[in-house]
């Protein structure tokens, strides 16, 4: 069982900068580690993921371009560097990860055995 621990999240003003942090219990190697968010009154939705086989990312358009996801497989933590933040962005993010060697569809959240609990970032306008 991969626990999953977020950090990083705040209030923070439209145009600000968060950084969120996941710390993983087990080995992160070899499992794609991703980001999504849920707001009020809203299905979960993908933001952003870090793929173990072929170690490329992809992104939501709404964040591309603005959000970086990075991961430390040597600390077993993967990363979510959020700029030009925007209210619409007001969420809880939750931090997921796949069982190891996993070659699913990386953008469904079905497809992530493991999330961390949340946290919560809220901008304001």
């Known amino acids: 069982q991969v626990q999953l621990v977020e950090s990083g999240g705040g209030l923070v003003q439209a145009g600000g900068s968060l950084r969120l942090s996941c710390a993983a219990s087990?080995?992160?190697?070899?499992?794609?580690m991703g980001w999504f968010r849920q707001a009020p009154g809203k299905e979960r939705e993908f933001v952003a993921t870090?793929?173990?086989?072929?170690?490329?990312?992809k992104y939501a358009d709404s964040v591309r371009g603005r959000f970086t996801i990075s991961r430390d497989d040597s600390k077993d933590a993967v990363y979510l560097q959020m700029n030009s933040l925007k209210p619409e962005d007001t969420a809880v993010y939750y931090c997921?990860?796949?069982?190891?060697?996993?070659?699913?569809?990386?953008?469904?959240?079905?497809?992530?055995?493991?999330w961390g609990q949340g946290t919560q970032v809220t901008v304001s306008s």
């Open positions: 997921a990860a796949t069982l190891r060697d996993s070659y699913t569809n990386v953008i469904a959240a079905q497809s992530y055995r493991y």
């Open positions: 087990e080995r992160t190697f070899r499992r794609s």
């Open positions: 870090a793929i173990w086989n072929i170690g490329s990312t």
